[in-house]
């Protein structure tokens, strides 16, 4: 069975101290969860002061980048690599953000060089996907998220399904208080589910976590979490307070 996955975008939220206050009520009023991996992505300079305050509470939840640029180091002014990510002490990173494609216009290819990039440093890639409205209208869904699929992972090498997480994020339910209905949702997610098997086998589609992204809040966690392709959820604006970000989490307990 596949373990759920909880993660928190912060996106660019949250001074150094904002940071570390929320990471501390976390890790309190998390200590007791083992049903689900909790994960949070603080923007970059909260990183070290947030996993400081990880460490003090010897706290589960595992730490996250937002980005990361694909080369070692260099002449790349305001980018960050996966080494300086790693020694934050993160151990996750997002690749392929809407907010990345569409605003700053990464492509599936520079994605691509990412992920290898993070899964030779031993960062755990949690890669997005996920199609525009218009796509959507025009019955182009499956299209792009194979598009994506294909592009974003070419030539990459899975020794197993722990190695990346796949985040399906339909573009128009990101930060617009729309989300997918859970049928919408788990039908994209089982569509994916087919294509890493086409491209890394049955083995690893079966066991890999597919995590849907949009609009999650507690009032819709429950059963989005409950659809049998839909392996935990990413959660933007919800997850900047801890209460309702502890409620999405718990209704991830697929045991109650
Ligand atoms: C996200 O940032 O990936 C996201 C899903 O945001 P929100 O939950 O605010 O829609």
Redesign the pocket.
Same mark, same amino acid.
């Given at each position: 069975m596949r373990k759920k996955f909880i993660g928190g975008?912060w996106?660019m939220n949250k001074t150094v101290v904002e940071a570390q206050t929320l990471a501390r009520r976390l890790a309190d009023r998390l200590s007791d969860v083992g049903f689900a991996d909790i994960a949070i992505f603080p923007p970059f300079v909260d990183l070290y002061p947030v996993n400081i305050i990880l460490r003090e509470k010897e706290s589960k939840i595992i730490l996250g980048a937002q980005n990361m640029h694909p080369e070692p180091n260099g002449a790349y002014t305001a980018e960050i690599s996966a080494d300086m990510v790693l020694s934050t002490g993160a151990k996750m990173v997002v690749l392929g953000?809407s907010e990345r494609r569409h605003i700053f216009l990464e492509t599936d290819s520079y994605i691509n060089r990412k992920v290898k990039k993070a899964l030779d440093s031993g960062l755990l890639p949690l890669l997005?996907i996920g199609e525009l409205l218009d796509e959507r209208n025009a019955g182009k869904t499956e299209q792009v998220l194979s598009k994506q699929l294909n592009g974003s992972l070419k030539d990459v090498k899975l020794n197993s399904a722990d190695d990346i997480i796949i985040?399906y994020?339909p573009v128009w =339910?990101?930060?617009?208080g729309v989300t997918a209905t859970p049928e919408q949702a788990q039908e994209a997610h089982k569509f994916v589910r087919k294509v890493i098997s086409e491209m890394f086998g049955e083995d690893i589609a079966k066991n890999l976590r597919i995590i849907y992204?949009?609009?999650?809040k507690p009032a819709n966690a429950k059963e989005l979490l409950s659809q049998l392709d839909i392996d935990g959820a990413?959660?933007?604006? =919800?997850s900047l307070d801890a209460d309702s970000f502890e409620s999405i989490i718990r209704d991830s307990d697929i045991s109650i």
């Amino acid at each position: 069975m596949r373990k759920k996955f909880i993660g928190g975008n912060w996106k660019m939220n949250k001074t150094v101290v904002e940071a570390q206050t929320l990471a501390r009520r976390l890790a309190d009023r998390l200590s007791d969860v083992g049903f689900a991996d909790i994960a949070i992505f603080p923007p970059f300079v909260d990183l070290y002061p947030v996993n400081i305050i990880l460490r003090e509470k010897e706290s589960k939840i595992i730490l996250g980048a937002q980005n990361m640029h694909p080369e070692p180091n260099g002449a790349y002014t305001a980018e960050i690599s996966a080494d300086m990510v790693l020694s934050t002490g993160a151990k996750m990173v997002v690749l392929g953000h809407s907010e990345r494609r569409h605003i700053f216009l990464e492509t599936d290819s520079y994605i691509n060089r990412k992920v290898k990039k993070a899964l030779d440093s031993g960062l755990l890639p949690l890669l997005c996907i996920g199609e525009l409205l218009d796509e959507r209208n025009a019955g182009k869904t499956e299209q792009v998220l194979s598009k994506q699929l294909n592009g974003s992972l070419k030539d990459v090498k899975l020794n197993s399904a722990d190695d990346i997480i796949i985040a399906y994020e339909p573009v128009w =339910a990101i930060g617009t208080g729309v989300t997918a209905t859970p049928e919408q949702a788990q039908e994209a997610h089982k569509f994916v589910r087919k294509v890493i098997s086409e491209m890394f086998g049955e083995d690893i589609a079966k066991n890999l976590r597919i995590i849907y992204g949009g609009s999650v809040k507690p009032a819709n966690a429950k059963e989005l979490l409950s659809q049998l392709d839909i392996d935990g959820a990413f959660v933007g604006g =919800a997850s900047l307070d801890a209460d309702s970000f502890e409620s999405i989490i718990r209704d991830s307990d697929i045991s109650i």
